[in-house]
Structure formats: structure tokens, C-alpha cells
């Protein structure tokens, strides 16, 4: 009942949605989102041994890790990657153009994902993260195609969500073959939620085992190693003001500092520029060279794909969508290149790793831009205690390794049969 009116709904919104990929379809080419593929009207494949799905760049990378992997042991495999977002699709062909076919994803209707998964015909469906859309999971287990839902995450919040309707619930969990949950608590989550308990293995996280590129370019943001520069990553509407709040405060104490702020969407670059100039800091936008000079106070990051080298010209690292009620973004990155870390109070999307960066003292709960600002004065005083800090989180993603081959040797076996 549940999942017929959520279908009944989609159909509703279809015409909405419809003019939406349509400007999008509009798009720069190599980024831009066929129409038609929304709908699953993609090439024929004679046979795809593997369809992986992620939703955007952090999702993407995951599935980047483990396509290498996979590619390295058997280069012969056929893999279609689907992706919802263009950054996300930029992640996948930056990494892997001509090794994989990439789409952008089919919508949940019944139709869509029917013909889509005719015309790709997979043996194996893994999705990253989760993603979970109804009709898909209900298509994949009326084909027998095994799911795996590969670096799973469930928070208490979307836990909470799910058992609101636990028939509808359970109906979508235990059709999938195997859940490799990040955390021994997500996969307890996932069991508590309607998965089939066989299904549930807690392995760890997949992005413990990434390798970043270490390249600090002074292009970047070209200001003297001296200045203490620190980084707001993925904000929110609703925290760029407590961020520049806090900024202003530390500029007081320190006027030298720098603040590279990164928006979590492109389509707020404009409206966060414009509230830095309101707030009268003295800016410069990444896009435009011109804006730069050395009494910048402010470095606006609207650009895509250069959140690492943000990371390693920082030198303390605040995750965003933490201050608001998102739940927080991934710190693993930040933690790779050994940086400080601070958080707001929300960041129950990553509860096990800011648990254990918190526990191992790599990082910090500020409540608010006036404890946000006190302790960047405190590290950008005491490099010390900061390189210690930033030593500590590192240990934490050394500690974590190992979850890459577990994920690699189920979707394996799995392929096999």
C-alpha cells in the first residue's frame, strides 16, 4: 500500500521533474544530463557484469576505489556506472573515462527502470551507500539480480524515518542480498530496519582506504605558508553566517588569518559571495583570478573537484553541515592530510567517525561561532598542539584501513555465484 502511493505520488511529480533535467539537459556536454536517460533509454548492452549506482561525489569516489580494484584483478569486466548528479558524473569520467559506460540514473517509475535494466542486462547490482528507491529494489528482486549495497550507512535519524512504516520497510530492506555496513552500529541499524540478519556484515569504511594526491599548489590560493588559513567544507544555508561571524572574530585577534569557505551546492556560490561582501570582507573568488590580492580575508572555493587541495593548503579543517541540521560531511580527507578537525554539534550522519577522531583528541565539538573562533585563535597559537591534533586524526584512518578488500572480495564471490 505504502510504495503504491508513493508511486502514485512520483507520477504526480513527474511533469515537475521533467522540466527540471530538461534545463539540465542544457547543460556544458561532457556534464550534461541526456533527457532521455532519466527515463531509461540508454544503449542496449548485449550483457554488463556489474551496474554500480552513486548519488554524488563522495558516493562516486567510493565507487572510483573500487572499480579500480575490481578493473586491476580482471580488466575484462563490463561495468555501467549511473550517477544522479553531474559532480558526480565528473568523479566517475575524470577516473575512469573509457574504462566504464556512465548514465546518469533512471527515476523510480516502474517503466523507467524496467526498460533500464533490459537494455543494460546486469548480473550484479551494487549501490553505494544509501540509496534505496523502491521500485528499483522491487525490479532487481523480481529479476534475481543480486543487490549489494556496498559502504552503508544508516543513521538514527533515517532509522527513525524507516520504522515509521515498518511493513514498507522491511519489504524494501530484506530484498537486498548483502549490506556491507561501515560500522558494526549501522549494521545493527539496517537488521533493526528489516534486513535479513545473514545479509548484514559491519566491515568498515571503504574512503579508510583511499589515497589522495598530495600536491599543495600555491596557485591555489597563493598566500605565504606563515598565514594561518582554515577551511569551512560543504556549508549550508543557514551556517555561512556563523562561519564569517566566527571568522570576523578571529580576524580581530589575528588580522592575518584566511578563510577558504566551500558551499556544499554550486547554486549557492553567488549567494555566499554576495553575503561575504555584505558582511564587508574583503574577497576572493577561486573562478577569478582577478579578485586575488594579498589583503584577501576570504577565499570563496566555486570551483569544483579542488576540495583536497583546499584541505592541504588549511591549516585547521571546521566540517560543515554541522551547525544545521544535516548531520555533517565526511572528515576523512581533512583527517588523510593530518589536519585539526572541528565540528558543530550535528553530526550524527558520521557518528562513528567523529566518535573516534573525538576519542583519539584529532578533533573538537565547537556549539556555536564564538566557540568556533576561540579555538582557531587557540591552534593558530599553539602549532604544536595543532600538528598533534591533526597527528591524532591521521592515526585514526591508519587504524580503519582494510574495509576496500573485504567490499572487492563479496561483490567477487557474488559475481561468481
Known amino acids: 500500500m505504502v510504495k503504491s502511493v508513493y508511486t502514485f505520488l512520483y507520477y504526480l511529480m513527474?511533469?515537475?521533474?521533467?522540466?527540471?533535467?530538461?534545463?539540465?539537459?542544457?547543460?556544458?556536454?561532457?556534464?550534461?544530463?541526456?533527457?532521455?536517460?532519466?527515463?531509461?533509454?540508454?544503449?542496449?548492452?548485449?550483457?554488463?557484469?556489474?551496474?554500480?549506482?552513486?548519488?554524488?561525489v563522495g558516493e562516486s569516489q567510493g565507487a572510483v576505489s573500487i572499480i579500480k580494484r575490481l578493473l586491476s584483478e580482471s580488466p575484462e569486466i563490463k561495468i555501467v556506472v549511473t550517477t544522479t548528479t553531474p559532480t558526480g558524473a565528473k568523479v566517475i569520467l575524470d577516473a575512469l573515462d573509457g574504462k566504464v559506460v556512465h548514465y546518469y540514473s533512471p527515476c523510480d517509475l516502474p517503466g523507467?527502470?524496467?526498460r533500464f535494466i533490459r537494455r543494460v542486462n546486469p548480473n550484479?547490482?551494487?549501490?553505494?551507500?544509501?540509496?534505496?528507491?523502491?521500485?528499483?529494489i522491487e525490479h532487481i528482486s523480481q529479476k534475481q539480480i543480486p543487490l549489494i549495497l556496498a559502504n552503508a550507512r544508516l543513521s538514527k535519524s533515517s532509522l527513525g524515518k524507516y520504522l515509521t512504516f515498518p511493513k514498507a520497510s522491511k519489504a524494501i530492506f530484506s530484498k537486498i542480498s548483502k549490506i556491507l555496513a561501515v560500522s558494526q552500529a549501522d549494521a545493527s541499524r539496517f537488521i533493526e530496519a528489516g534486513s535479513i540478519e545473514d545479509s548484514v556484515q559491519g566491515i568498515g569504511n571503504i574512503k579508510f582506504d583511499a589515497d589522495f594526491d598530495e600536491d599543495v599548489n600555491d596557485?591555489?590560493?597563493?598566500?605565504?605558508?606563515?598565514?594561518?588559513?582554515?577551511?569551512?567544507?560543504s556549508t549550508h544555508l543557514g551556517e555561512d553566517e556563523v562561519i564569517l561571524k566566527a571568522h570576523s572574530a578571529l580576524l580581530k585577534l589575528n588580522p592575518s588569518a584566511k578563510l577558504i569557505i566551500v558551499p556544499r551546492h554550486p547554486e549557492r556560490f553567488d549567494s555566499v559571495a554576495n553575503l561575504i561582501t555584505d558582511m564587508e570582507f574583503k574577497m576572493a573568488r577561486r573562478s577569478n583570478g582577478q579578485s586575488w590580492g594579498q589583503d584577501a580575508q576570504v577565499l570563496l572555493g566555486d570551483t569544483m573537484g579542488e576540495l583536497l587541495l583546499a584541505y592541504q593548503k588549511s591549516k585547521v579543517a571546521f566540517i560543515a553541515g554541522s551547525f544545521v541540521n544535516i548531520g555533517g560531511h565526511n572528515a576523512i580527507e581533512a583527517a588523510y592530510f593530518s589536519k585539526p578537525?572541528?565540528?558543530?554539534?550535528?553530526?550524527?550522519?558520521?557518528?562513528?567517525?567523529?566518535?573516534?577522531?573525538?576519542?583519539e583528541k584529532g578533533a573538537e565539538v565547537v556549539a556555536d561561532s564564538k566557540e568556533l573562533a576561540k579555538y582557531l585563535f587557540f591552534l593558530a597559537e599553539n602549532p604544536k598542539q595543532a600538528q598533534l591534533m591533526g597527528a591524532n586524526a591521521k592515526k585514526v584512518i591508519e587504524h580503519?584501513?582494510?574495509?576496500?578488500?573485504?567490499?572487492?572480495t563479496e561483490i567477487q564471490n557474488t559475481l561468481k555465484g
Open 219 to 233: 596557485d591555489f590560493y597563493p598566500y605565504w605558508n606563515e598565514d594561518f588559513i582554515w577551511i569551512a567544507a
Open 112 to 114: 523507467s527502470i524496467r
Open 14 to 56: 513527474s511533469p515537475l521533474m521533467c522540466i527540471r533535467w530538461f534545463f539540465k539537459s542544457l547543460k556544458p556536454p561532457k556534464y550534461r544530463e541526456p533527457f532521455r536517460q532519466r527515463f531509461g533509454f540508454v544503449a542496449n548492452h548485449a550483457e554488463t557484469d556489474i551496474w554500480f549506482h552513486a548519488v554524488s
Open 400 to 408: 580503519n584501513k582494510g574495509a576496500l578488500n573485504k567490499v572487492v
Open 341 to 359: 578537525i572541528l565540528t558543530g554539534p550535528v553530526y550524527h550522519n558520521f557518528q562513528y567517525l567523529f566518535d573516534a577522531l573525538i576519542e
Open 124 to 136: 550484479l547490482v551494487v549501490i553505494m551507500e544509501t540509496e534505496l528507491w523502491p521500485n528499483w
